[in-house]
């Protein structure tokens, strides 16, 4: 059983950043592929940015990119989510997902085995 921690969210204002950290228990977290999610209120969770199990592939959903960015300390089990010149439209919880597969470019809810409890992150106009 893996837990995730997520901290670092709170209210910023537009063109501001935050960094979000993602803290796993287990040994076994340098083989997850991590991920971040985000649901917006009355929408679906969607598909931020996922990181292999080295850091060396990433990707990113479109709205994101060029903006956010993902990183990964595997001695520090700790998965980050930087993210630069934020938009109101970027305001949500934020989740952090690991999966055992160490699959490389996954985007669905349905591809991860385990979450956290979300950080939100309010985007001030």
């Known amino acids: 059983q893996v837990q995730l921690v997520e901290s670092g969210g709170g209210l910023v204002q537009a063109g501001g950043s935050l960094r979000l950290s993602c803290a796993a228990s287990?040994?076994?977290?340098?083989?997850?592929?991590m991920g971040w999610f985000r649901q917006a209120p009355g929408k679906e969770r969607e598909f931020v940015a996922v990181?292999?199990?080295?850091?060396?592939?990433?990707y990113y959903t479109d709205s994101v990119k060029g903006r956010f960015t993902i990183s990964r300390d595997n001695a520090k089990n700790t998965v980050y989510l930087q993210m630069n010149s934020l938009k109101p439209e970027d305001t949500a919880v934020y989740y952090c997902?690991?999966?055992?597969?160490?699959?490389?470019?996954?985007?669905?809810?349905?591809?991860?085995?385990?979450w956290g409890q979300g950080t939100q992150v309010t985007v001030s106009s």
């Open positions: 997902a690991a999966d055992r597969g160490m699959r490389v470019r996954i985007t669905t809810i349905a591809d991860y085995d385990y």
């Open positions: 990181s292999s199990w080295s850091g060396g592939k990433t």
């Open positions: 287990g040994r076994t977290f340098s083989s997850y592929t």
